[in-house]
T-cell receptor
Framework: QKEVEQNSGPLSVPEGAIASLNCTYS??????FFWYRQYSGKSPELIMS????GDKEDGRFTAQLNKASQYVSLLIRDSQPSDSATYLC???????????FGTGTRLTIIP | DVKVTQSSRYLVKRTGEKVFLECVQD?????MFWYRQDPGLGLRLIYF???????EKGDIPEGYSVSREKKERFSLILESASTNQTSMYLC???????????????FGEGSWLTVV
């Protein structure tokens, strides 16, 4: 069975610093990776997706993928208190309709 | 914007009751999903539907059934609710993106079910 592993945290980062969230996955055929943010009591919302090795940047967010190491990460630059949430990593195979999620990392930004 | 609407946000049901959770999406998506989310266990897929009247079991289908009679609507049914089904239930939808070959899944707001 596929597994997506995340450190559950909590991860505490000072405001303005870089938050680094990590995720490993077990299935070598996994092709697509997603980062979702979930505020307490709310549903997950997609913030980044990445399909190719390397970095993908979107505003303060950078997703990094290393398929050889089966590792995907999310960097949040200039962290803000509003970034405090649980971040879920997910993966899917090419053409697979379903996502497999990790259990999430709880991030707290300290003012 | 994609909108996935779950009709009930908070429900309290008694053990043994039949429970219906309804979900509607307005983006003509082919795929619809029901997940449950529990502390420490993350999101687990209950059932998935890729077309009207089509369904596929997810990782934890036991105790649940689904119905998809129309493309925009996907219902989750708890035939006889039990206390271990107390959870947050999330409906989601997606559409196959041929350019990337990847789906982006959009979630509803969630339904908090308590079974007493």
């Amino acid at each position: 069975q596929k597994e997506v592993e995340q450190n559950s945290g909590p991860l505490s980062v000072p405001e303005g610093a870089i938050a680094s969230l990590n995720c490993t996955y077990s299935d070598r055929v996994s092709q697509s990776f997603f980062w979702y943010r979930q505020y307490s009591g709310k549903s997950p919302e997609l913030i980044m997706s990445i399909y190719s090795n390397g970095d993908k940047e979107d505003g303060r967010f950078t997703a990094q993928l290393n398929k050889a190491s089966q590792y995907v990460s999310l960097l949040i630059r200039d962290s803000q208190p509003s970034d405090s949430a649980t971040y879920l990593c997910a993966e899917s195979d090419f053409g697979n309709e379903k996502l497999t999620f990790g259990t999430g990392t709880r991030l707290t930004i300290i003012p | 914007d994609v909108k996935v609407t779950q009709s009930s946000r908070y429900l309290v049901k008694r053990t043994g009751e039949k429970v219906f959770l309804e979900c509607v999406q307005d983006m003509d998506h082919e795929n619809m999903f029901w997940y449950r989310q529990d502390p420490g266990l993350g999101l687990r897929l209950i059932y998935f539907s890729y077309d009207v009247k089509m369904k596929e079991k997810g990782d934890i289908p036991e105790g649940y059934s689904v119905s998809r009679e129309k493309k925009e609507r996907f219902s989750l049914i708890l035939e006889s609710a039990s206390t271990n089904q107390t959870s947050m239930y999330l409906c989601a939808s997606s559409s196959y993106k041929s350019r990337q070959g990847v789906n982006t899944i959009y979630f509803g707001e969630g339904s908090w079910l308590t079974v007493v």
